[in-house]
């Protein structure tokens, strides 16, 4: 279907626009984050060249931080071969990072490295920021190579700014072997490796584990937290369960395996272009909630490539506890779902379309029916950033391709922010001496971090 801006009065704050927080770099990995006292926070990796061993973080408390750079104060903070960073803000507005990065090169038993930064104060100064590795893996998982193109949602902070964050591994390389899928947890003193706790969520039988795909994480205010994962699962007597997308969930002591349940969700489907993914949100109420982008070979065939949204008010341990609708975008429209709720409980949904272009979703009424009312907007169309910072092409390169990846969502009271990843391909030719004909090969060009924002109408 066809994805239009939409068009309302709005004010000098609500402005629609965008703007590359570092245009004369390489960037990637944007993320967002709104404080409760509304202030927006970002950060990024530089990518290649000089910044390639920098993060970037960023502050604004101006009233148009969503369309241009002018009132943020951003800090380079040297940390080596970050691919991809999360962040979260406490309630008193102090920004936190997860880094997840390459290991040293004589680190060979290990392929990454999961990091946690804090600072509490001047945080556009790079010397205020504390980092600490907290846990490392070596799984080598065929879905790493689409770690640039799909998004991690797998850091957070619970009500009192305590970090949680999951990982899995499968690493035979160390002993003992580390098999599973881990959330880590800490109450304090957290830039301390030794204060961080791990709890295992998969079933282990003899040398067999469970493997889990893409987790999701998310924590309500009450504390509730919850994960959402495809799974391969099995019973602990070693009995074969059915594969699928699995919601856990533990109310309280959740460093205990034994307060984690479990139950099935839905088939996801699978490949890799569109990719199937998923985002965990809970309500304000403390519901868990799910944003479902299928991929092929669903139970219901006409699911595949279309984007779900699913809930669950109670029993939410039981197959029957949860029920869904179909948010209709349109078909192949909702890879890289990312499911946010503004101040009245309302879900927002960013994510890619078909042709590359990130847009939202957002239910305006009857969300948990049978007829819900979503509409969908592009957040910007690509030709914006095209238009804003022109790519250069090497002299035997042609057919450039722009495309966004990795979008985040961070909603203000009349307005969404987005940050995505521009990708920039282009079609080159090479001519070897023995042959008559030349051969083509299409190479990233550039790649970039975006932000754009887009008001929000009423109704």
């Known amino acids: 279907m066809s994805l239009l801006l939409a068009a309302c009065g709005r004010s000098e704050a609500s402005e629609a626009g965008g703007f590359f927080p570092a245009p004369e770099q390489e960037s990637s990995s944007i993320v967002l984050a709104r404080g409760a006292d509304g202030r927006l926070h970002m950060a990024f990796t530089g990518y290649d060249g000089k910044t390639k061993d920098q993060i970037f973080y960023g502050v604004c408390t101006g009233d148009d931080c969503g369309v241009n750079r002018e009132n943020w104060s951003v800090a380079a903070i040297p940390f080596s071969n970050a691919i991809k960073l999360q962040l979260a803000v406490t309630p008193e507005g102090k920004p936190r990072l997860y880094v997840v990065a390459r290991p040293p090169s004589e680190e060979t038993s290990h392929n990454r490295t999961f990091s946690y930064g804090e600072c509490d104060g001047d945080c556009a100064e790079t010397g205020n920021w504390t980092f600490a590795r907290i846990a490392e893996s070596g799984d080598n998982l065929v879905s790493e190579a689409l770690t640039t193109r799909v998004p991690d949602r797998t850091f957070v902070l619970d009500g009192k700014g305590n970090p949680r964050f999951i990982y899995t591994d499968a690493n ?232 966004g990846v990795l979008p985040i969502l961070a909603l203000g009271e009349d307005m969404a922010t987005v940050g995505y990843d521009i990708v920039v391909e282009a079609r080159c030719l090479y001519k070897d001496f023995e042959e008559p004909v030349p051969s083509s090969t299409f190479h990233e060009i550039f790649r970039g971090s975006r932000v754009a924002t887009l008001p929000l109408a009423d109704g």
């Open 172 to 403: 035979y390389l160390i002993e003992p072997d580390h098999y599973g899928a881990f959330v880590m947890a800490c109450d304090k003193g957290c830039t301390e490796r030794a204060n961080w706790s791990e709890t295992d969520l998969a079933v282990h039988v003899g040398y067999n584990a469970e493997s889990f795909n893409k987790p999701a994480l998310a924590v309500a205010e009450n504390g509730t937290i919850g994960v959402v994962a495809g799974l391969y699962p099995f019973a602990e007597d070693g009995t074969q369960l059915k594969q699928g997308l699995y919601y856990y969930g533990c109310a309280a002591a959740c460093a205990d395996k034994a307060n984690w349940k479990r139950t099935f969700i839905v088939q996801q489907g699978s490949g890799s272009y569109p990719s199937p993914t998923w985002d965990l949100a809970f309500t304000p109420g403390g519901k868990p909630r799910l944003a479902l982008f299928a991929g092929d070979g669903t139970e219901a065939p006409d699911l595949a490539h279309q984007l779900l949204y699913a809930w669950c008010n109670e029993n939410c341990d039981t197959e029957d506890g949860w029920s869904a609708n179909a948010v209709n975008p349109g078909k192949g429209v909702g890879e890289g779902t990312d499911l946010a709720f503004d101040r009245d409980g309302r879900p927002h949904i960013a994510m890619l379309t078909d042709n590359g272009q990130v847009a939202l979703s957002r239910c305006m009424a009857d969300c948990e029916t049978d007829e819900p009312q979503w509409t969908t907007v592009l957040a910007e169309e690509i030709a914006v950033p095209q238009k804003a910072r022109p790519q250069a092409l090497p002299f035997h390169c042609d057919g450039e391709v722009w495309n």
